[in-house]
């Protein structure tokens, strides 16, 4: 081997980890290897076909309708929670990987994009992080997410005008009531002038009870906010 060769194979075999550290080689909820770019990064095609869609209708009654009282006025997700959306949101999370964060906000961007109506004066708001959270992860999923599903509008995006000023508990395992009382009054809206009169879409990675979402709105609208719409990677389906 002539001694450009060998620096070219060495540069390879430098590239190919720091590859996978920015797009996993592996399925990352069967880790089955992945062997073309699925439309979705990071997902293999049996993974990627799980996914389901979620009506409004049932996001309507599943959400909104058990919320009371409600200041949400639109919702819009674009899959069903299963085990592999939670594999998903778990590596956007707490893997270190804002880029895919994007990537699925960019995706779920095309499936989202016919019904949602964006006006120029709107405010794009990622649920913020409490700033220890934050510090812990080093971003906000959110705002990733929020950057993926409008990159055409990213100075629209405002992580200034509201704010997460009390720490709350992980919602995971608490009950629908515990969920409500744990963020009750945990956001502050910093410039109450800017929020008078104006609408508002609210992203989050998963909307389960909508508690969160619920809190946010209700302190937009405490301050004059005339339409919010909340929006999600992801949100449980109920039998009931
Ligand atoms: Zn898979």
């Not at 009506?55 to 919320?67: A, F, I, P, T, W």
């Not at 120029?120 to 992080?129: F, G, N, S």
């Not at 704010?163 to 009950?175: F, G, P, V």
Request: hydrophobic residues 40%.
């Amino acid at each position: 081997m002539n001694p450009m060769d060998h620096l070219t194979s060495f540069l390879q075999s430098l590239w190919q980890p720091m590859e996978e550290l920015f797009f996993p080689s592996v399925c990352l909820h069967c880790q089955e290897h992945l062997l073309q770019p699925a439309d979705l990064p990071a997902l293999c095609e049996a993974c990627f076909q799980s996914l389901k869609p979620i009506s409004s209708e049932v996001l309507q009654h599943n959400v909104l309708h058990r919320l009371n009282p409600c200041y949400i006025d639109d919702i819009y997700t674009a899959f069903q929670f299963n085990d592999v959306v939670q594999s998903l949101i778990h590596a956007i999370k707490y893997q270190q990987m804002p880029n895919l964060g994007r990537k699925v906000g960019k995706y779920v961007a095309t499936l989202l994009v016919s019904q949602i109506s964006l006006h120029p004066e709107d405010k794009i708001i990622p649920v913020p992080l409490h700033s220890t959270r934050k510090r812990e992860r080093e971003y906000n999923q959110s705002l990733e997410i929020a950057r993926g599903l409008f990159e055409q509008q990213l100075n629209q995006i405002d992580i200034e005008i509201l704010i997460r000023e009390r720490y709350t508990l992980s919602q995971t395992r608490l009950t629908r009531e515990e969920r409500r009382i744990n963020v009750e009054n945990a956001f502050r809206v910093t410039r109450p002038s800017q929020v008078s009169g104006k609408r508002f879409l609210l992203i989050d990675d998963v909307i389960t009870t909508g508690s969160t979402m619920n809190e946010c709105a209700r302190v937009l609208k405490s301050h004059g906010a005339t339409h919010i719409t909340a929006i999600s990677i992801a949100a449980p389906v109920r039998a009931d």
